[in-house]
């Protein structure tokens, strides 16, 4: 979905990010150094790993990645597998072996064959870490996650894809699915192009996984099946990517137990609208129905310049879930519908729609904790950032670690835009936690941005400069 967009403007060229300084054209960067001492070391890295994600290429065609890697814990990547989908063309599964190195900050450097791919990451544990790939060919962003012994997904699970369907129009899908053997039976709320089809009755077959955990599920709803390659995780998650007209990737996370919902959430949302990439980040209280205490920002990317509308409140009305599946209708600018399936009391996936906008958009609702405090934000912390700049028409990716104390944040970056890239920078930020869990006027890196805490762990980010339209995380780290 990122290549509308290229579709909404003309670009002559790809510059470098301007917030984090001079750019270094070398082809392969050097190994990450420099940085806060949180005692990451190589030894973080050690097991088998499932990495996906997804991008655009040079030939500003869509692209989905998904993988495995085993890491010795030494610096060597002794064995994998990655898969490529360019616009649903399927590239050949092939074998990858590498080498990588963590810094003591956790971010890290990982090179498969050679230089074929080189990927910069920043962990969050030793089973976690968002990265971001270093190419002039090749404009992605995506996740590593530490694989647990691979058995075939069982139970109910909740998925969410998000792509372009057969004619490169936006897509999103969400749903739930219960996998017994084989058996692929549930529901899913599809929105393709703006225009929702609603609680499709769901069936499939699933492929249990190879000794990587790769795996194939089909699924048909809508009267037409869909096909999928999914990598196991663990028995909690699997990822997934479309292979066949529907160029989506997503993943499933199995469901817990539900005890209704209620109570302060945040909620960050992405896809796209008539005006170009819609970026929504936000919190909300659900009560007897109502939705009220609301408060969002949102990034509208459109033509030579974005657009950002600071703190916009709307109130609305929520169905009680019924088997983890509830509904809602909020007004203010958007005026947006929103379908969710919870995978636990503490968190849903959810699907927005406007048919009028042509609003597709999915995303992550969880569970607020309004105790947060400016104090709260202690640590070191992972942070991620991606999207694309207009005052360099040009897609953005920058990842680090920051030491946050008291409402400042001190640390080293890693950017990237197409074959330029920013390393080894100290950078520095600024945040103030509100009541309600937001900080306005935030700064990350050098960009402008809005935080919104989920917990002491957990935080939104969004920009708040129209022409810098990203989103972001930040992530408690712990070695």
């Known amino acids: 979905m990122r290549k509308i967009f290229l579709s909404l403007i003309s670009v002559v060229a790809l510059a470098a990010l301007v917030a984090c300084g001079s750019s270094n054209s070398t082809p392969i960067p050097s190994s990450p150094s420099t940085g806060n001492n949180v005692g990451f070391t190589n030894a973080n890295l050690h097991g088998t790993y499932v990495f996906s994600g997804n991008g655009v290429n040079s030939s500003n065609l869509n692209f989905d990645l998904v993988g495995v890697f085993t890491a010795d814990g030494n610096g060597n990547i002794t064995s994998g597998y990655r898969n490529l989908y360019a616009d649903s063309t399927s590239a050949a599964l092939e074998s990858v072996t590498g080498t990588y190195s963590v810094n003591s900050d956790g971010r890290g450097q990982l090179q498969l064959n050679g230089n074929q791919a080189v990927y910069r990451f920043v962990m969050q544990s030793p089973s976690s870490a968002s990265f971001f790939e270093f190419s002039s060919n090749a ?32 897509y999103g899908a969400i749903g739930g699915l219960t996998i017994s053997g084989t058996s692929v039976t549930g529901t899913i709320d599809q929105n393709d192009a703006g225009n929702l089809a609603a609680s499709l009755p769901t069936t499939g077959t699933l492929a249990a996984p190879d000794t990587t955990g790769r795996g194939t599920l089909q699924l048909t709803f809508a009267g037409a099946p869909h096909n999928y390659v999914y990598y196991f995780v663990s028995t909690s998650e699997i990822v997934i990517a479309g292979t066949d007209g529907y160029a989506v990737h997503g993943y499933a996370d199995l469901q817990t137990t539900l005890a209704g919902l209620s109570g302060d959430q945040v909620f ?38 974005g657009g950002y509308f600071p703190g916009v409140t709307f109130t609305g009305s ?77 897609y953005v990716e920058l990842g680090g670690n920051f030491d946050a104390s008291g409402g400042s944040l001190a640390g080293t970056i890693d950017s990237q835009t197409p074959g330029f890239y920013n390393t080894d920078l100290a950078s520095s930020g600024n945040y103030s936690i509100a009541s309600n869990g937001r900080s306005p006027n935030a700064n990350v890196a050098g960009v402008s941005v809005v935080i919104y805490t989920v917990d002491a762990s957990t935080a939104y980010l969004i920009s708040s400069d129209a022409t810098r339209v990203y989103q972001g995380k930040l992530l408690a780290q712990q070695p």
């Open 268 to 305: 960050s949302l992405s896809g796209a609208g008539t005006s170009g990439v819609l970026y929504e980040t936000g919190r909300f209280t659900l009560t007897g129905g109502a939705v009220t205490n609301a408060v969002e920002d949102y990034l509208i990317g459109a033509n030579s310049a």
């Open 318 to 394: 929520y169905a009680a879930p019924a088997n983890g599946r509830w509904t809602a209708t909020v007004g203010g600018s958007l005026a947006t519908n929103l379908v969710g399936w919870q995978v636990s009391s503490q968190q849903s996936l959810v699907l927005a729609w406007n048919s009028s906008a042509t609003v597709v958009e999915t995303g992550t609702m969880r569970a607020q904790d309004t105790s947060v405090t400016t104090a709260s934000i202690t640590g070191p912390y992972s942070a991620s950032l991606s999207g694309f700049n207009y005052n360099d028409g040009g």
């Open 139 to 170: 404009d992605d962003t995506g996740l590593m996650k530490l694989q647990s012994a691979v058995s075939a997904p069982s139970g109910t699970y909740i998925v969410r894809l998000q792509g372009e369907d057969s004619s490169g129009l936006p």
